[in-house]
């Protein structure tokens, strides 16, 4: 039942990620030359979605705040940002836009995810040393600031009631729920929403995730478990979510450029990869070096 329901949110947030479009560098780019932070805005408001129902749900155990590791802020995962950063912005997009204008049928994007997994070996053969182990279990953490928490979450549970009431007062008029559901195109908020929303859940049930991370651990640890395969299946429901919203949409056009723009994408990967590999990933918290190898019940994963 957990397993259909997460296949079913990550298809949900990859369709609206496709229609809204939501990326990390076009936020930097919107800054730069409009002097608009809509983008950015946006991706706060599915951070204030992730928090205000993550954290009440790992209050009722559905996430084992034992099995997940916090990160310490070190120079490595600095470095690894920018380096992340440069190849994003050379790649055009970041990790989910580039899914996103691989099923509209830019070929090339298929570079940058070789490129990412080109980066991953990179890093382990030259620079294996450069990573964020784990700080403090978040168990230590919840008992360190449990009471602090309550405090905290009033304001994002406020902020929650308010957009959802926005959401549905500014909703278009004369249009059933199909013809929203399937709209070409999502208000940034909208997407915000389904995207907060579904990652929340998905962190409760799982874990931090992501599908670079999944690619991640499957270069680095090839061995495939039952964590490597929910991962494997929360990917394809997530690229199937975004196809589903392509084809539907018929926005597919097929391109494949040139071999320079292989090239251009091939490297731009490399570095998001080696930037990937830097920061911290979703793989199980006792498999850094330094905690012992476990065999988890309740597939415990960092936090991204």
């Known amino acids: ?49 992730v928090v205000g129902i993550a954290v009440p749900l790992a209050w009722l155990s559905l996430t084992p705040p034992h099995s997940i590791a916090l990160f310490a802020l070190a120079w490595s995962a600095l470095l690894g940002g920018f380096v992340f950063g440069v190849g994003a912005a050379f790649n055009g997009g970041c990790a989910f836009f580039t899914l996103s204008r691989l099923v509209g049928g830019e070929l090339k994007l298929l570079f940058t995810l070789l490129g990412f997994v080109l980066g991953f070996v990179l890093h382990s053969q030259l620079f294996p040393a450069f990573h964020s182990p784990p700080a403090a279990p978040l168990l230590a953490v919840y008992q360190r600031f449990e009471s602090s928490y309550l405090l905290l979450l009033l304001p994002v549970w406020g902020w929650m009631a308010y957009e959802l009431w926005r959401l549905w007062a500014s909703r278009p008029a ?29 962190i409760s049930i799982w874990g931090g995730w992501s599908y670079p991370g999944t690619l991640y651990g499957l270069v680095t640890h090839p061995v495939i478990g039952s964590v490597d395969v929910t991962r494997l299946l929360l990917f394809a429901a997530l690229l199937g979510g975004m196809v589903f919203s392509a084809l539907q949409r018929r926005s597919v056009r097929w391109r494949f450029d040139s071999p320079r723009q292989w090239l251009v994408h091939l490297l731009s990967g490399s570095l998001m990869g080696v930037g990937i590999a830097m920061t911290p990933v979703a793989i199980p918290a006792c498999c850094w070096k330094g905690y012992r190898c476990c065999h988890p019940t309740r597939f415990p994963l960092t936090l991204r």
């Open 1 to 49: 039942m957990l397993l259909t329901l997460s296949i079913l949110l990550a298809a949900i947030l990859g369709f609206a990620a496709h229609r809204a479009g939501m990326c990390s560098v076009r936020a930097v780019g919107e800054i730069l030359t409009t002097r608009r932070s809509l983008m950015l805005q946006s991706f706060i408001k599915a951070s204030f979605w």
């Open 174 to 202: 004369g249009m059933t729920w199909l013809q929203r559901l399937l709209a070409d195109q999502y208000r940034l908020s909208t997407g915000a929403f389904l995207f907060g929303v579904s990652n929340a859940v998905l």
